[in-house]
């Protein structure tokens, strides 16, 4: 961003977004569908994921240029003991181009959707992850979501919200519902 422009943010916080409940990436898109709709510019970065069935990735065509969202991976589910070389090569791919939207300043909320995870299966280095958080521009919010926030991340953030299940249908047998899971 030039110096002249107006950041829409009086000062850009850490958010993150953890736990073992439903939740956390549903929260980080309320929260990116808030801001495109008061003309903040949104970039969401999902790590792990590779399918093009999510209904938030035909919202975000329909609300761009406010509102981007690009995947890294595979569609199929990630070893967390053996990943896959090619889950190591799209996630460092990813958290490469991820480093330099954050970093641009372009962006006033960056999601980096299921990076604690990304780190927590050895995807994404934790200490590459601290110095971005680190680095980030003042005026740039930036939400971290994903299972096994690690503590070094959840002590640099500015919220921390934890997703707790109590109950989830799917332990009764109900699939994925298109337009609710996915």
């Known amino acids: 961003m030039s110096e002249s422009?107006?950041?829409p943010l009086e000062a850009g916080l850490?958010?993150?977004?953890?736990?073992?409940?439903?939740?956390?990436?549903?929260?980080?898109?309320?929260?990116?569908?808030r801001a495109a709709g008061h003309g903040l510019k949104v970039f969401v970065m999902q790590f792990m994921k590779g399918s093009t069935v999510y209904g938030e990735l035909t919202s975000?065509?329909?609300?761009?240029?406010?509102?981007?969202?690009?995947?890294?991976?595979?569609?199929?589910?990630?070893?967390?003991?053996?990943p896959h070389p090619e889950d190591l090569r799209m996630?460092?791919?990813?958290?490469?181009?991820?480093?330099?939207?954050?970093?641009?300043?372009?962006?006033d909320l960056v999601v980096l959707d299921e990076i604690n995870c990304a780190v927590d299966f050895g995807l994404v280095a934790l200490d590459e992850l601290k110095a971005l958080v680190a680095a980030?521009?003042?005026?740039?919010?930036?939400?971290?979501?994903?299972?096994?926030?690690h503590p070094d991340i959840i002590e640099l953030a500015d919220l921390v919200t934890e997703m707790r299940e109590i109950k989830h249908y799917f332990?009764?047998?109900r699939a994925a519902r298109t337009g609710i899971e996915s």
Do not use: C, M, W
């Open 136 to 149: 980030k521009p003042f005026h740039t919010e930036l939400v971290l979501t994903g299972r096994g926030a």
């Open 60 to 82: 975000a065509r329909r609300l761009a240029p406010e509102l981007t969202i690009e995947q890294v991976g595979r569609e199929s589910f990630v070893s967390r003991a053996n």
């Open 91 to 107: 996630a460092r791919e990813g958290f490469a181009r991820a480093q330099k939207i954050v970093l641009s300043g372009d962006y």
């Open 14 to 33: 850490v958010q993150v977004y953890t736990g073992s409940g439903k939740g956390k990436t549903t929260a980080s898109l309320g929260l990116s569908l």
């Open 171 to 173: 332990n009764a047998g």
């Open 5 to 7: 422009t107006q950041h």
